[in-house]
């Protein structure tokens, strides 16, 4: 994640243009595809938090727990790099 927020193209991707995947939202999808969908919302929600200069401390608990439910060898506290997390999705 630490990566991708210092990557302008891809911080302008998450705050402009994935905010359209809410749509998707409503779609008959797997259970896995919307564990993931899950996983892409709160990093836009991390994303735009740390962006948005209101917050001293953003602590991605939630972008956390949803990749752990989809795939759990991210549980604990073990590096990872971003290679694995975008493997995962």
């Not at 193209?9 to 809410?22: E, Y």
């Amino acid at each position: 994640g630490q990566v991708w927020n210092h990557c302008p193209p891809i911080v302008g991707m998450f705050l402009t243009v994935i905010p359209d995947l809410a749509r998707f939202k409503y779609s008959r999808i797997s259970p896995r595809m919307e564990l993931k969908f899950r996983l892409v919302e709160e990093f836009i929600i991390l994303i735009r938090k740390i962006w948005s200069g209101r917050f001293r401390v953003c602590a991605p608990k939630e972008l956390y727990r949803n990749a752990v439910a989809l795939n759990a060898s991210f549980r604990g506290f073990g590096q990872h790099d971003s290679q694995e997390f975008i493997r995962c999705l």
